[in-house]
């Protein structure tokens, strides 16, 4: 089993930054790619950023490119998202995940952290 730990989220104005982190821990061996996906009152769970520690890369949805950037550390089984430019419609709460697959399908995830409320005012 793996655990998922996020941390990080708040409330913040629009234009404002915050950044999120996940750590795993428990049977992490098994961890191929963290990604982050979120899910707003009402609406279905979408994804926002994902990396793979196999050099498979980094996505992001549209609606966050060049906004968020994602990072993490293989060695601490820890991934990261920076959020600037925040607007009221990245509020949402905000998930991490974890698998031996990656990528923007929420279904190839194995492992999913309780998550973090992201709240963005305008």
């Known amino acids: 089993q793996v655990y998922l730990a996020e941390s990080g989220g708040g409330l913040v104005q629009a234009g404002g930054s915050l950044s999120l982190s996940c750590a795993a821990s428990g049977r992490t061996f098994s961890i191929e790619a963290m990604g982050w996906f979120r899910q707003a009152p009402g609406k279905d769970r979408e994804f926002v950023a994902s990396?793979?520690?196999?050099?498979?890369?980094?996505y992001f949805a549209g609606s966050v490119k060049d906004r968020f950037s994602i990072s993490g550390d293989n060695a601490k089984n820890t991934v990261y998202l920076q959020m600037n430019s925040l607007k009221p419609e990245d509020t949402a709460n905000y998930y991490c995940a974890a698998g031996r697959r990656g990528g923007t399908d929420w279904w190839k995830y194995d492992y999913w952290g309780q998550g973090t409320q992201v709240t963005v005012s305008s």
């Open positions: 990396i793979s520690w196999n050099g498979g890369g980094e």
